[in-house]
């Protein structure tokens, strides 16, 4: 119960912070409907493409690669540094806030965001067509894979690596980019050479599409797309794991007045 | 309340505190003054719990301190460390939820907060759109919602104007009169000297002196200080040194400790044949005793 209600105290004090913030909310709404319009149209230029099999290949890509990507993992990273730069995560420290509760609460929150955008995501490529081929709760169980490995990457990158605001864009841009390049998010991976594509296969960015793309836009069921199940469900634990770690780090150096 | 023993503490070969023993009772407002470094930040730290001591006890409320002694101190940092961007009842209610309260006490609670601290025309105002006295004032808040049996205010008025000063200070005699205990650390000696029932220095980790204020200033040999302005310095501590009077330098400001009573005429009298420019009587205060502890060691 204590662990519940603290989690739901940080969670709602974050989407409370971005509701106040309207422009940004405003631009993380715009955000995956204008990259689901340029893949969209850019897939239905192919040879044989129609309109709906483009929107259907362009949601999953979308989802997984743009719009949860930068809210769930950037702004994770941005949570975390900007609580450390205005020095509010001191104050929580003096608080008997569990770190548990506060790695949970931010889960939450950009669950609901996260939620909020593949609702929107697929709310726009239905208005052009698309449908949800596959099982709905495989689908809604890959995103939130999705949204937890990107929050427990985000966690620990906010933690460990990035000091200040200025370098939430630096992290992005350099760890981000290439992966979403290499995980099909804004080109398909058929467009790439043999050797890229034997190294996207390390990258979880790719799994999530790949299984997302299956059950979204094919209608595969979960024997389908087991293996980059397991290497999400994998994955997603593994940052489960670093996050906690990083968070104890954390309270080392930051737990001070 | 909070009882204080032996405590000590190091970073690598530099000792931070040396065997700190002190108490304070149940509604007490106990005033921790000390130069920068003097470890001030170190004790409230260890009684925060946020850092282990090396050696020595801390209890509150009888209580070894550990995560649920956190619940029973409410502490307002120098900074204020607050969301900018939510309001001030937001504030308050993130906070009371953090520390467990169910919605009706939350309710009651921050509504109490936000008139304690005069801030109850401001709930609704998002924190960046208040002035740094308000914003101390919702850390104070902050530090009371739930209920702690000790406050504890790290330098609560550094910065803040003069009128600002002031809302603090009334703030503080509230919590005095509703019992609560407070652990005050300033460097504005004025406001231990009007708040605090009693005051201890620390130095270099130790506690130098403690007690409340006709205490400490019962161990400085003065009746009153001599302010005395004039050209011929030298000449006046001859001067003042035959009569019994000690010299002392407060900044700029050459002193003199007045062991009897004495009326301006006598201290005139004192100082003939000698050109002065001003000559002021003080009482002795706190910032004279402040001073001797920690820049000349006086025992007291």
Redo the contacts between chains.
Sequence with gaps: M?YW??A??VA??IL??LC??QRSLFLWIMFPVFVLLLNGYILADQPQATLKGAFEAAAPMTLVGAALFFSCLGGTIATVVSERE???L????????SGLSYFCGILMAHSCIGIGQALLVYASAAFLEARFNGSLWLGGFIILLSIVAYVGLGFTLGTQVARRIEDVNALVAAFGVPLLMLGGAFVPLSFLPTPLRQIAKYNPVYHMNEALTGVSAAGDGVEAIAPHLYFLIGFALLMVISSGLAYRQMLTLE??? | MLQIERLNKGYGDRSVLQDLSLAIAPGEIYGLLGPNGAGKTTTINIICNLLKADRGLVKIDGQPISGATQKLIGIAPQENLLYRSLTCAENLNFFARIYGLSRQTRLKQVRYCLEAVNLSDRAHSPVETLSGGMQRRLSMAIALVHQPRLVILDEPTTGLDIEARYEIWELIRQLRHQGTTVLLTTHLLEEAERLCQRIGILKGGKLLAEGTLPELQRHIPAIEIAIVKTPEEEQAIDRALTHGFTPRRYGSDLAFWLPQAMELSQILQCFQGIPLDSVCRQPVRLEHIYIEVTQFGSDL
């Design positions: 204590k209600q603290e739901l105290a709602q004090r409370l912070e106040r913030r205005q020095k509010t001191k104050r929580l420290f003096l608080t008997p806030l737990r001070r007045l």
